[in-house]
Every structure is written in C-alpha cells, then in structure tokens.
T-cell receptor, first 114, second 111 residues
C-alpha cells in the first residue's frame, strides 16, 4: 500500500546544478501537485497536473519544470539550482479536483543548495 | 490573491484541555476545507474535512465552518502530548482542484 512515493529523501546540490525529484502514486489519482515548504511556513504550490499530459503553474513556478507523461508519475525538474530553492518538497495527489477529495502526501524531499 | 490565514502560535495547551485553532480565508466562493496535522520532519496527514456550515465531529476533533464569516476552526478535546504538532488549514479551489494552505498553527500540549 505505497500511496505517494518520493525520491530521494535528502539531497545536497551545488549552485548551478540540476536535478529531478521523482514522484509516483499508485492510487490512480488524476490530480497531482508539487509543493515546497520553507521553515515555519505553509505549503506553496509550485506546479500541478489534472491528468496525463496536462500541467499548470502554481504560485511559485520560477526555476522549476514538470511533466506528466503517465497518470502515475509527476517528476519535478530543478534547473540551475539556487540557494533560494533550499526547502522541503512535497508531492501530493488527489482522486479528483472537486469536492471533498483530500490530498495525499509523499514523505518529502529535503533539498539543500550550497 | 487568495489567502488562508492562521495564527502561527505556538499555542500552549495543558494536557486534557481543549485546543482551539482558527483559520480565515479570503475567497468567498470556497466550498471545501481541510485540516491537516504535520509532525516535525514529517508530511501532512489529513485529520478531517468539512464543506457544510456548522460542526463536524470525529473522535476528539471537531471542525466548525462559518461561510458567512469566512472562517473555519478546529477544536481538539482532551488534548494529549501526541497532539503536539503543526496544524495546517487548507482551502480547496473546486474549479481548479488546487489546495491552498495556511502557514499552520503549532500546538504544544504540556503534561
């Protein structure tokens, strides 16, 4: 009963490097999300997807890219890492976009850019 | 800019007492509201959701929604040390399926 799985759990990047945060869900959910959480702050939406092939920007998309080629996978790409991208990243999924369907979260990826 | 506001705390609550958490939101058209609990270093987990005006109870937790005043609250009865966590209020945009979160209220239950 995996739910939402994120890899890696921890990563240290040097300024200017790139990486991909992986996210996969096995609940056949249509909606998927990437959030970042800075210390003492709530979750800020980076990108979201309403289904395979469809993605859209959230509140803080600059410096990130996503793709959604399958229902299960929603990777987040960081290009040219900057210290401001040091954060905890959460992937989440939801069965539908409407009503009382909750978001299920992965375990998070703690990223440090030095 | 749609906003979800919460007092950051920390809210210190004696063991056995009631913890009261509040959340206000700016989008009058919002219909679905969620409370998540997040332990330090962990991911958020759902406590309960509410979408009708009034109260909804689940065990020691009660969510209260007042759409006219645009606030949603969470009561934790008989608070236990295991309730010490950050509680996140989330408002769902039913048109786009996006969740907007408040900054969270840290609750500390003292024995």
């Amino acid at each position: 009963n995996a739910g939402v799985t994120q890899t890696p759990k921890f990563r240290i990047l040097k300024i200017g490097q790139s990486m991909t945060l992986q996210c996969t869900q096995d609940m056949n959910h249509n909606y998927m999300y990437w959030y970042r959480q800075d210390p003492g702050m709530g979750l800020k939406l980076i990108y979201y997807s309403v289904g395979a092939g469809i993605t859209d920007k959230g509140e803080v998309p600059n410096g990130y890219n996503v793709s959604r080629s399958t229902t299960e996978d929603f990777p987040l790409r960081l290009e040219l890492a900057a210290p401001s991208q040091t954060s905890v990243y959460f992937c989440a999924s939801s069965r539908t976009g409407g009503g009382n369907t909750e978001a299920f979260f992965g375990q998070g990826t703690r990223l440090t850019v030095v | 800019q749609k906003e979800v506001e919460q007092n950051s705390g920390p809210l210190s609550v004696p063991e056995g007492a009631i913890a009261s958490l509040n959340c206000t939101y700016s989008d009058r058209g919002s219909q679905s509201f969620f409370w998540y609990r997040q332990y330090s270093g962990k991911s958020p987990e759902l406590i309960m959701f509410i979408y009708s005006n009034g109260d909804k109870e689940d065990g020691r937790f009660t969510a209260q929604l007042n759409k006219a005043s645009q606030y949603v609250s969470l009561l934790i009865r008989d608070s236990q040390p295991s309730d010490s966590a950050t509680y996140l209020c989330a408002v769902k945009d039913d048109s786009w399926g996006k969740f907007q979160f408040g900054a969270g209220t840290q609750v500390v239950v003292t024995p």
